[in-house]
């Protein structure tokens, strides 16, 4: 998956993310890129391996109780919605 940007018709910056394969030398996308003909993009490629649904699964499952007594979840939930309430960010130092 790599990101692809581009502007529009206003000369506006678009960004997507689209997943393409490397075959003998050259990027071939795995999906439309709806472009125009001779239209530059910019690519920034991510060649990290991409994970399987079983490989992510695993991944969820061995963090399962890593914050267990390390942190209070109630006081955190009640944390992130009077945040949200006030529409301030938390501040760095708590």
């Given at each position: 998956m790599f990101?692809?940007?581009?502007?529009?018709?206003?000369?506006?910056a678009m960004y997507r993310t689209i997943n393409?394969?490397?075959?003998?030398?050259v990027l071939v996308p795995?999906?439309?890129l709806r472009l125009s003909?001779?239209?530059?993009?910019?690519?920034?490629?991510?060649?990290?391996?991409?994970?399987?649904?079983?490989?992510?699964?695993?991944?969820?499952?061995?963090?399962?109780?890593a914050w267990k007594g390390k942190i209070d979840g109630d006081a955190l939930i009640r944390q992130i919605y009077e945040d949200r309430r006030r529409g301030l960010p938390p501040l760095e130092d708590e």
């Open positions: 990101p692809v940007s581009l502007e529009d018709s206003e000369g506006a393409a394969k490397f075959v003998n030398g795995l999906e439309e003909e001779g239209q530059e993009v910019r690519i920034s490629l991510d060649d990290k391996p991409l994970l399987t649904a079983e490989e992510k699964l695993e991944r969820l499952k061995s963090s399962a109780g």
